[in-house]
Nanobody, 123 residues
């Protein structure tokens, strides 16, 4: 497994932007697909988006399409989640997760998880 740590969360006004980072340790990071998930209080964990191990393919849930963008820089062992036009309903703890090679939208498919970072969007 690869170890992951998220950063970049915080408080932002509706309509604003944040960029989350997921920094990995491990020499095989480039072989991992990385997903972003979020969980709001009282709600189930939700898939946000993911990026394939080569970075050629991204997946997004419908509610964030056109607003969020996932990218990766394997030389820096980092995957980014750029969040624009943020809405109060985006408020959640955001997690990144990794699995070897294959891209997925299922949390159950990811074996390595970061501790999460809080994103709060005010009206």
């Amino acid at each position: 497994q690869v170890q992951l740590v998220e950063s970049g969360g915080g408080l932002v006004q509706a309509g604003g932007s944040l960029r989350l980072s997921c920094v990995a340790s491990g020499r095989t990071f480039s072989n991992y697909a990385v997903g972003w998930f979020r969980q709001a209080p009282g709600k189930e964990r939700e898939f946000v988006g993911s990026i394939s191990w080569r970075g050629a393919t991204t997946l997004y849930t419908d509610s964030v399409k056109g607003r969020f963008t996932i990218s990766r820089d394997n030389a820096k062992n980092t995957v980014y989640l750029q969040m624009n036009s943020l809405k109060p309903e985006d408020t959640a703890v955001y997690y990144c997760a990794a699995r070897l090679y294959g891209n997925s939208a299922r949390a159950e498919d990811f074996g390595s998880w970061g501790p999460g970072t809080q994103v709060t969007v005010s009206s």
